[in-house]
Structure formats: structure tokens, C-alpha cells
């Protein structure tokens, strides 16, 4: 078949605020969608027999004042949203049966959380990206040496919602995606200069693209190779790193 073209959903669900990424449950039942009224937050419009509802906020504490939501994933199975928060350095499940939020995971280690996907095909894991480098451990006593800082990829359990295991790398992260056979998560990213300021960080005019090898990444903890801080396992995924070396590298710099 054909894409027919795209029409507005009326004054219920479009106003004048930029609104964008919509997902459309597959069953016709609601609707989501970013709004920016001043932030992102996430709105939902309800499929009724008369159209489409007014379309309406999630209710705290997801879209509260003190939070960022970019970048939210819907489960395959739909029974899920996966909300990160670029403020705060956290991921929340919502539960879109009853459109209520009943899982929420400080993750330790990050300062934000920008990017946010799960793990195709079955959701083995929810991923994401801490978008700003920062000291490992995070505990000031390294704050004046940017040169340690580093960014954080991590997989959180979707069940659970414990965090499993992280990845550093060399840069920024930005946004999360991955691919539908459960092996590669792709991120976009920027600052391979590693700078502090703006020209610094644009110096360059290309960024690596990083591919993280989910398997590849299980065996590294599996055989021990990581650093354990605040309780987490932390494989090294920068470029000089051992566990980069050789045939399968657990990140590709692309």
C-alpha cells in the first residue's frame, strides 16, 4: 500500500506549540507526542468514538517542573514508555495500561540521561546515553581535571528497572538507537575534541558515530573486565582501550 498524505488532527490534538515525534499505538487506542511549550513533554489523545480527545500531559511525576523527558521509547509489546531525564540522569516506566508511571531509576554514575531505547527485539534491556562527560566517580575530587572526564552508555533491566552495567567512552553522546537482531546499539555523539568550551568542541567538523556491541559488552562483564564504581560494573569502551583491540571491539568509533 501507500502513505497517504499527512492532515492535521484538528484544534484537539495540533495547536500553535512545535509538536513532534508521535507514536500511534497499533491498535488506534491513543496517541503520543511531543509538545513544547517551554520544555518537551509528553502529551496523549485518546482514540474515541468520536474522534480524537483533547489531547493531555502525562501526569507527574513524569512531565514534572524538575524534569526534562526527551527522546521517550515505547516497548514493542506496547505495554511500556520508557521516559529518560536529560536534568537528572534518570529513566521512568510508565505503564500505558493505565497511563501511570510505576518505576522510576536514579542511575548511578550519570549526570543526564539524553538519549533513551530499548533493546529490539524483546527488550532485553532499556539503554541510555549520558549525553555530558564527568568524573568517574562523580565525587568532586577530581571536578578541575576535564582531561579524566567522561561520558557514560548504560543498559538498565526493563523489569527490575536496576541498572546492569555501563560503558565510557571518548566524547559526547547524544541520541540511542538499536538495530532488530538484540547485537548493535547505535548513538550518535559529539566533542571527539574532548573540549570544555564551544570552540574546542567544534574544531573537528565530523563526530564519531559509536556502535555498541550489546553481546560483546555481556562478555567483557561476564570475564571480569570491568571497574566496579557505586556498585556498577563499568567496561572501558574508549578508543585506546584493550577491549577495543582485535577483531570484535566492544564500541566501534565509526
Not at 513532534?20 to 503520543?32: A, F, G, I, K
Not at 548493535?184 to 574532548?194: C, G
Amino acid at each position: 500500500g501507500r502513505l497517504t498524505p499527512p492532515t492535521r488532527r484538528g484544534s484537539v490534538v495540533n495547536t500553535a506549540a512545535p509538536e513532534s515525534s508521535p507514536y500511534l499505538d497499533p491498535q488506534n487506542r491513543y496517541l503520543l507526542f511531543y509538545r513544547r511549550p517551554n520544555t518537551d513533554k509528553i502529551y496523549v489523545s485518546r482514540r474515541t468514538a468520536d474522534g480524537w480527545s483533547a489531547a493531555e500531559q502525562l501526569g507527574p511525576p513524569v512531565n514534572s517542573f524538575y524534569a526534562y523527558e526527551y527522546a521517550a521509547r515505547v516497548s514493542p509489546s506496547g505495554e511500556y514508555l520508557f521516559v529518560n531525564d536529560k536534568a537528572n540522569g534518570r529513566i521512568a516506566r510508565v505503564n500505558l495500561t493505565y497511563f501511570e508511571t510505576d518505576a522510576i531509576t536514579d542511575v548511578p554514575n550519570m549526570q543526564a540521561i539524553h538519549g533513551c531505547c530499548v533493546l529490539s527485539p524483546d527488550t532485553k534491556y532499556v539503554l541510555g546515553n549520558g549525553e555530558f562527560r564527568a568524573p568517574l566517580p562523580n565525587d568532586g575530587t577530581d571536578a578541575k581535571n576535564p582531561d579524566n572526564y567522561t561520558s557514560l552508555f548504560v543498559a538498565v533491566d526493563p523489569e527490575s528497572m536496576e541498572t546492569q552495567w555501563q560503558v565510557k567512552v571518548d566524547g559526547n553522546l547524544d541520541i540511542v538507537d538499536t538495530g532488530k537482531e538484540g547485537r548493535w546499539a547505535i548513538s550518535s555523539a559529539y566533542n571527539s575534541e574532548e573540549a570544555t568550551d564551544i570552540q574546542g568542541m567544534t574544531k573537528d567538523d565530523r563526530d564519531n558515530v559509536k556502535a555498541f556491541d550489546i553481546p560483546a559488552i555481556e562478555q567483557a562483564v561476564e570475564n571480569g573486565n570491568y571497574e566496579e564504581v557505586n556498585g556498577i560494573p563499568i567496561v572501558d569502551g574508549t578508543q585506546g582501550s584493550s577491549l577495543n583491540q582485535g577483531d570484535r571491539p566492544i564500541v566501534k568509533y565509526i
